[in-house]
């Protein structure tokens, strides 16, 4: 069964900086894009950023060269680090796998992991 787990947020002071990481576990032979989704309170889940398996990156407007993804392909896992954090970027973050082949010729679609909180202070 595939599993997809978040860590690295927290509580950072405006300007600040976080790690997010998202490891991916489970019978899988490929991912084909892993993402980062956030939500704030109240708020619909947006997107934040994208990393296909070849390395193709897209970044919401927001993130204006403050964020910056990758991906570990052999460790099945992606990265989000933040930097210059404000408190707009409070939220609950996601990681998201559009698509995997996994064992058996077996493809799954659209994972979702549990969320890690990010929340910065004034």
């Known amino acids: 069964q595939v599993q997809l787990v978040e860590s690295g947020g927290g509580l950072v002071q405006r300007g600040g900086s976080l790690r997010l990481s998202c490891a991916a576990s489970?019978?899988?032979?490929?991912?084909?894009?892993m993402s980062w989704y956030r939500q704030a309170p109240g708020k619909q889940r947006d997107f934040v950023a994208s990393?296909?398996?070849?390395?193709?990156?897209q970044y919401a407007d927001f993130v204006k060269g403050r964020f910056a993804i990758s991906r570990d392909n052999a460790k099945n896992t992606v990265y989000l680090q933040m930097s210059n954090l404000e408190p707009e970027d409070t939220g609950v973050y996601y990681c998201?796998?559009?698509?995997?082949?996994?064992?058996?010729?077996?493809?799954?679609?659209?994972?979702w992991g549990q969320g890690t909180q990010v929340t910065v202070s004034q």
């Open positions: 489970g019978d899988i032979l490929t991912i084909n894009a």
């Open positions: 990393i296909t398996e070849g390395g193709s990156i």
């Open positions: 998201n796998v559009d698509s995997m082949l996994v064992a058996g010729g077996i493809h799954e679609w659209d994972y």
